[in-house]
């Protein structure tokens, strides 16, 4: 019995590796995001030095792993089989849900994640323990306060952090402007005194407060001179600033990097417990029973020795420290939640990751008519003063960079601030949700909400704030399911469901590998986004077109033909994969648009005037080729999902002979495109004219059909769609191909 438990134990450190690896790159964006989207140092440099901050965290860190030996369940009412169970539940669920969040680039809070899965596990087995034993009641069993109060940290911090990220950040920049360098002569040097004391009081109130060297006398003494120790502090790191901006030296850079410093040490040091807490739980919950469950089976052997507190040996924690530091330099992912967060504060127009949802569109309504509302009442000088001081044209903005440095530090600093002010005054701020905040409301403070974006943006805060109360509820649902089936199964279904999580991870690694494959194809945009020269421009401009539009014509291609077969086949889910297909080429025809639109500003006028047209032409072509298929796919699932009669063989066949062609002629066009091969393209323009004389007259044959009234009305109707839709395509492919040639080529076609 004590081999299956040791097993299980192993196997809960194998997973919090797994855990520490997700969490990691979860979390990363909690202290990356303002250094990395302002490019405060080389990635390099800024991961080295959150890296120092992470191993220094964990290893100082004095290992209480409380909340997972008796936050959530009263361990005194649990026998160790019954806690067991609950643990490996807890992991198997939080490596899988944190991993599909990384796996999705959505940033999560991996302490929501731990107390809601014990919450679920525990809940799981208390239902059964109170139906067993009626003296047991669920209050005696579960601590709800804990979970009470990270519901309450997620409204709190969202209301907190973002309120006062958008005033400190309009305040900043009102002294600074985007012209920052112009504005620092002597406010530099109380900036970064103001900023470096905030850092250093964050770090000792948070991110140090349960290192294993602050013991009480030290915290005592703290606490009792804290206003002498700011006081201190603030001179010291005043003058300090001062100097090292008269030596030519970029304060905000050196802030951005404490910042950094401090966010990662604080992580390492406050959320160790979310990776392995629950396992180093297990680990004493086994060690208790094989010293004192002598003669006593592990379902009659109470927990009671998780009451009290336990130190965890130091190297449990520098190996953790070791664990994350590689996860953060090597995690793909971690670099995937990063970017969502990036993207979002983003001061400039580019490409959106998110749509457009009803909530936002209403929430920016409602912004614009509060804002002129309040610009009607607010006098016209001061109107034309503040205009100055926001001259977003002026901004200093690093190349490649997402926003400058006078923000990234307003991000690290309050947010810091605030998390350790919460912590002072026992407010449930968390790190996740402040940070996050923090940087939205700095950004809506910098006036990077514009009207073409704005809608976009809140979606996408909308869908991170949302990811985090779906967090809470699966995790909680999952848990609570696994649980139960590890209760009532046994070690068949313990065998089972950890078979179950390394298929879903496998599974997951190799679909984000193939995505992340498909993503390098922008690898021409970003080239041409970087690039200086007119005529490079022009090249890569070429050849990202040739990469969209052969993308365009590959769906077409597909999903013509699967929509064609599946109908004639009467195949409804052949029918359901190409209307999901359109459904999402559609969103990315709209991207392509878009981004295709911002890299038409890289050419010069000149280029513009002679090729620009061209280029909008064949996206307007490949848009309605989607829309073609679109409008072919739709009326056909109809049909077929209400099961209506079928084509007789006759339609089949005449429709069938053609549409092999148009396939055959949508793949030499594909093919030609990628190639940037156009000639002999007066052969395919003549092969297409004769499909569409084809086409039209099976459309004359199907109205002879009508009008002697030899066929279904319902049969014929679609019928005439598809071969409609199958001219649309015919056409607006050949359009496509011409005016792609003229863009491709140096000299103008006929």
């Given at each position: ?181 112009q504005k620092i002569k002597y406010s530099i040097g109380l900036f970064g005194g103001i900023a470096a004391t905030s850092i250093i009081y964050f770090m000792l109130i948070k991110g140090l407060k349960d290192s294993s060297f602050m013991t009480p006398e030290n915290k005592l003494w703290i606490q009792e001179n804290t206003l002498i120790l700011i006081f201190i502090l603030f001179v010291f790191f005043t003058i300090l600033m001062q100097v090292l901006h008269w030596l030519k030296v970029n304060v905000f ?486 005016v792609s040639r003229k863009f491709q080529m140096e000299t103008e076609m006929p």
């Open positions: 019995m004590e081999t299956i438990y040791l097993c299980i134990i192993i196997f809960l450190f194998v997973l919090a590796v797994f855990d520490l690896i997700v969490g990691v790159s979860n979390d990363a964006v909690n202290f990356l995001n303002s250094a990395v989207g302002a490019k405060a140092a080389s990635f390099k440099t800024i991961l080295f030095i959150a890296g120092i901050g992470i191993f220094i965290g964990a290893s100082l860190s004095n290992g209480m792993m409380d909340i997972a030996r008796h936050g959530i369940y009263q361990p005194e009412h649990f026998y160790f089989a019954e806690i067991m169970c609950i643990l490996l539940a807890v992991m198997l669920t939080d490596v899988v849900l944190l991993d599909v969040f990384n796996s999705m680039g959505m940033p999560t809070s991996t302490t929501v994640s731990l107390v809601f899965e014990l919450l679920g596990g525990t809940f799981a087995l208390s239902l059964i323990k109170v139906n067993a034993d009626s003296t047991l009641s669920l209050g005696q069993l579960i601590n709800t306060d804990k979970a009470l109060s990270v519901i309450m940290a997620i409204f709190v911090s969202v209301a907190i952090a973002f309120f006062f990220g958008m005033v400190v950040q309009w305040i900043a920049r009102v002294v600074f402007t985007f012209n920052y360098t850079k050196i802030v951005v990097l404490m910042g950094t410093f401090a966010l990662a040490l604080a992580f390492a040091g406050n959320d160790l417990v979310n990776f392995i807490g629950v396992p180093l739980a297990g680990y004493s919950s086994f060690l208790d029973f094989t010293t004192n469950g002598n003669g006593v089976t592990p379902d009659s052997f109470l927990m009671t020795s998780l009451l009290g507190p336990a130190k965890t040996p130091w190297y449990f924690l520098i190996g953790a420290g070791a664990i994350m530091v590689y996860a953060l330099c090597t995690s793909k992912k971690a670099h995937a939640v990063i970017k969502t967060s990036v993207d979002l504060s983003r001061q400039d127009e580019g490409e959106e990751n998110f749509g457009s949802t009803p909530i936002a569109r209403t929430m920016v309504r409602i912004s614009m008519t509060l804002a002129n509302t309040i610009s009607r009442i607010t006098p016209e000088g001061t109107k034309k003063w503040l205009d100055t001081r926001f001259r977003k044209d002026e901004a200093i903005i690093a190349d490649g960079a997402a926003f400058d440095l006078v923000r990234a530090s307003v991000n690290l600093v309050l947010a810091g601030l605030l998390i350790a002010l919460g912590t002072s005054l026992k407010l449930p701020l968390s790190t996740t949700y402040v940070t996050f905040m923090v940087a939205m409301g700095t950004l809506l403070a910098d006036r990077a909400w514009g009207r073409d974006s704005a809608v976009y943006r809140i979606t996408g805060v909308l869908s991170v704030i949302g990811g985090w109360f779906i967090t809470a509820g699966a995790a909680f649902t999952i848990c609570f399911f696994v649980t139960m089936v590890l209760h009532y199964g046994g070690n068949i279904s313990i065998i089972v469901l950890i078979g179950i999580a390394v298929f879903i991870l496998i599974r997951s690694q190799i679909m984000y590998k193939k995505r992340k494959a498909k993503e390098q194809a922008n690898e021409t945009l970003k080239q041409l986004m970087q690039t200086t020269d007119n005529e490079e421009a022009l090249q890569l401009m070429r050849q990202h077109t040739r990469e969209e539009l052969a993308k365009v014509l590959e769906y077409a291609e597909t999903n013509f033909e699967l929509t064609v077969n599946s109908f004639i086949h009467e195949n409804l889910r052949g029918l359901r994969r190409s209307m999901g297909a359109t459904k999402f080429e559609k969103q990315l025809i709209k991207q392509m648009k878009r981004m295709g639109t911002v890299a038409m500003c890289r050419l010069d006028n000149t280029t513009v005037l002679e090729k620009g047209l061209y280029y909008y032409q064949g996206n307007d072509f490949a848009s309605e080729l989607v829309y073609s298929i679109a409008r072919l796919s739709e009326p056909c699932l109809e049909h077929i999902d209400n099961n209506f009669n079928p084509l007789d063989a006759i339609q089949k066949g005449e429709f069938s002979d053609v549409a092999e062609d148009i396939t055959y002629l949508i793949q030499q066009c594909r093919k030609r495109l990628e190639n940037n091969d156009y000639n002999g393209m007066e052969e395919v323009i003549r092969r297409a004219n004769d499909l569409n004389g084809q086409l039209s007259h099976l459309k004359r044959q199907e109205l002879q059909r009508i009008q002697s009234q030899t066929g279904s009305i319902r049969v014929s109707m679609v019928y005439l769609t598809m071969v409609q839709e199958a001219q649309n395509v015919v056409t607006y492919t050949i359009n496509l191909m011409k």
